[in-house]
């Protein structure tokens, strides 16, 4: 289907590329239908609202610059998702991604993270239960971070 | 709003199974005990706040230029 984006203008879009969020995201309730694309730039993917084209999200997997992350969500919450214990390759974890004039300082939301399961294209943004995690994490501090403890 | 006077030691119920206690009051701080099933959800009000207001700064990220990482990462 054809699909108006903020980022990309008019695109074609693939049906299994279509997830619900049947809670919405926090301040954005009553938008609940999202396309998930990849980003010109790896590793971001965005998350289109279908009928909102100036709404979109960026999103990153935030393992990439926390390898240590878990998002700390209740097993219960997740079967809201159909994801259980052991459906880990169903499981996509995304943090959004906040960019300021200053892209350097860009932030990713790691006590809100998006789950989504790409066998059922259901998602929903999460509050995380550890207390560790804030809104904003400095991305490129942390890449930082994680190169130097390496050496 | 529904608005009800409680005193210490006191509590209220919320459908059946949400007991909502006041545990202490201290000066205009308020300490209150939530004994809840584990899949009602509890967090203070700031904490939705705080997420939702991050939504909506994502949601101005400007579009035009997301940053490349590809640098720093094949630097590892």
């Known amino acids: ?151 | 709003m529904l608005i009800l006077s409680r005193k210490i030691n006191e509590s209220i119920i919320i459908d059946d199974n949400i007991e909502l206690s006041i545990v202490d009051v201290k000066g205009d701080q308020v300490k209150i005990g939530i004994d809840a099933p584990k899949n009602i959800k509890v967090f203070r009000k700031e904490v939705y706040q705080a997420i939702q207001e991050e939504n909506r700064a994502a949601a101005r990220s400007a579009v035009d230029v997301i940053p490349s990482l590809e640098d720093i990462l094949k630097k590892e």
């Not at chain 1, 974890?93 to 294209?121: C, H, W, Y």
Request: aromatic residues 10%; glycine residues 6%.
């Open chain 1, 1 to 151: 289907m054809e699909l108006k984006t903020k980022p990309f203008g008019v695109i074609n879009i693939e049906e299994k590329q279509k997830i619900t969020f049947t809670r919405g995201i926090f301040g954005f309730d009553n938008i609940r239908e999202y396309a998930l694309l990849n980003a010109s730039q790896w590793p971001f993917f965005w998350l289109q609202a279908i009928d909102v084209p100036d709404l979109a999200f960026i999103l990153i997997d935030p393992l990439i610059f926390r390898p240590d992350y878990t998002p700390d969500v209740d097993e219960s919450d997740l079967l809201e998702l159909e994801l259980g214990p052991d459906d880990k390759d169903k499981k996509l974890v995304f943090s959004i991604v906040t960019v300021p004039d200053d892209q350097k300082k860009m932030t990713a939301n790691l006590q809100g993270p998006i789950i989504i399961n790409r066998e059922n294209r259901t998602g929903r943004q999460f509050i995380s239960t550890n207390q560790k995690w804030s809104v904003r994490h400095f991305i490129m501090d942390e890449l930082a971070e994680k190169g130097g403890s390496k050496c």
